[in-house]
């Protein structure tokens, strides 16, 4: 292996040791508060289970459905009935968690995705075709019903609003970072090293649900979000798009959110051809770790900038994290202006990478040191701005053009150039920034009114204490 690989995952690891190992998030009274503590660690260990059944599946699943013999286009309408079911059916089923109880919804997410797993034994492409309809439910879930459980539970037990950061960059350090490189591990020696064949991994991603369920069973409580009214559930839809609409911070969330993790998922599929334009070998798992420990860099920064004393706000750093984005996916956009072959990296026999693929690597990873930025600070933004009440349904109606784009980028990926596509994506992350930097306007606005209203209160009571009224 190249020693440049090496290289970059080193620097990657120590950056993210050194920002977690020194970072100060919490204050004295979040440390002190052994109630909080405990239950930060048990939804830190919840959320790393959860994400470690999902990333015990991900580097697996285009490869088996390559070992059931199906063709690109075969794999790419499944992974479209994935998307498709997340942005259709899950959208109302992860809607439901706001009325029916968010603990019920991450219990459905682990019963949705354990039985996705268990069609994977299925050398058969309906079978599989209803995995992945299951497995698109889940997904829905996951990003939604977790955080609104923990926002609701963190605010019913009267813990301060500023410890929320700490808790969501902790679950994204772990959960997105060191729990996927420690899937990924496992799940290669299962596979190459036990030989237990390419469905071992989804078996392993079972028991670590079912696991996680029995866990959340026995130690969460039940919260939930529409249950003061018990509103029809077409009409709970109808108030949560009314309040996208009419609220300008809540629709510029659904917006960053939509465009910046519709040009990570698109992102997912470009950059092995990206790297290997013309068949150069590529170790996928030192260059998926790479990525990993560059995402743990990113949100150790997070949680140093979300904590309470570092006088950081996510409304304003946030439009820089957009910004340098959007310039490292518009890097590839140089080098891929003419059309390249399609050619396996798998052949160990191939040249290695090249300069020009190094160049872009390197932009990849602070590609994803932003996306461990965006995760936690965007968990907080949502926190609060998006309504209690539906919560969990406004998130997921954030889903729906998010799924939508990459069900077209996934329909299309044969068609269009990989510059026109990472061109498009670094559009989508420049606008983000737009909105970051319009969200940040507003929310200005609204603070110094605010402080106007609260100085003209504080004169007025002092108006009236100084001048005596007239007796009677």
């Not at 996705?116 to 019903?145: D, E, M, P």
């Not at 590839?332 to 072959?341: I, T």
């Not at 069900?407 to 989508?428: D, E, K, Q, V």
Request: hydrophobic residues 50%.
């Amino acid at each position: 292996m190249e020693l440049f690989y090496i290289a970059v995952f080193l620097l990657s690891a120590v950056a993210a040791a050194a920002l977690e190992g020194t970072r100060k998030s919490a204050t004295g009274s979040e440390t002190g508060n052994r109630d909080f503590l405990k239950f930060r660690n048990n939804y830190v260990l919840v959320y790393s289970l959860m994400m470690a059944g999902d990333w015990l599946q991900g580097p697996f699943v285009y490869a088996l459905y390559q070992f059931y013999d199906f063709n690109r286009a075969a794999i790419g309408q499944l992974f479209i009935a994935g998307f498709g079911s997340s942005m259709i059916i899950g959208t109302l089923v992860g809607s439901l968690a706001d009325r029916n109880g968010r603990k019920k919804a991450a219990l459905t997410y682990v019963a949705t995705y354990t039985f996705g797993c268990f069609t994977k034994h299925w050398n058969n492409f309906h079978i599989l075709l209803v995995g992945r309809v299951f497995c698109g439910v889940a997904t829905s879930l996951l990003y939604s019903a977790f955080e609104s459980w923990l926002v609701a539970e963190h605010f019913k037990r009267g813990y301060e609003g500023n410890w929320l950061g700490g808790t969501f960059s902790k679950a994204v350090f772990l959960g997105n970072g060191l729990i996927a490189i420690v899937a990924g591990l496992l799940g290669h020696a299962l596979v190459e090293v036990f030989k237990l064949g390419p469905v071992s991994p989804f078996d392993a991603a079972a028991l670590v649900l079912i696991a996680g369920g029995v866990y959340i069973a026995l130690t969460w409580t039940e919260n939930y979000g529409d249950s003061a009214d018990k509103a029809p559930f077409h009409t709970s839809l109808v108030n949560a798009g009314k309040t996208i609409w009419e609220d300008p911070r809540v629709g510029l969330l659904g917006a960053m959110q939509s465009l910046f993790e519709g040009s990570m998922y698109t992102f997912v599929f470009l950059w092995t051809p990206a790297l290997s334009p013309n068949g150069q070998h590529l170790p996928h798992g030192m260059i998926f770790a790479c990525f990993m420990v560059s995402s743990m860099a990113g949100s150790a920064l997070a949680g140093r900038l979300l904590a309470h004393a570092s006088g950081y706000k996510p409304e304003r750093y946030m439009q820089t994290v957009f910004a340098v984005s959007a310039a490292t996916l518009a890097v590839p956009v140089a080098f891929h202006l003419q059309r390249s072959s399609e050619t396996s990296s798998l052949d160990p026999n191939a040249p290695g990478i090249t300069f020009k693929g190094k160049i872009q690597l390197i932009a990849f990873c602070i590609f994803e040191a932003c996306v461990g930025i965006f995760w936690p600070s965007m968990m907080k933004l949502r926190s609060q701005y998006v309504p209690e009440e539906s919560r969990s349904t406004i998130i997921n109606l954030f889903r729906i053009p998010l799924n939508l784009f990459v069900c077209i980028m996934l329909y299309n990926t044969s068609a269009l150039p990989l510059a026109a596509m990472f061109g498009m994506c670094a559009l989508f992350l420049l606008a983000c920034a737009i909105c970051q930097r319009q969200l940040a306007k507003i929310v200005e606005v609204e603070n110094k009114e605010f402080e106007l209203s609260d100085s003209n209160v504080n004169l007025l009571s002092a108006t009236k204490k100084e001048v005596p009224f007239p007796e009677a």
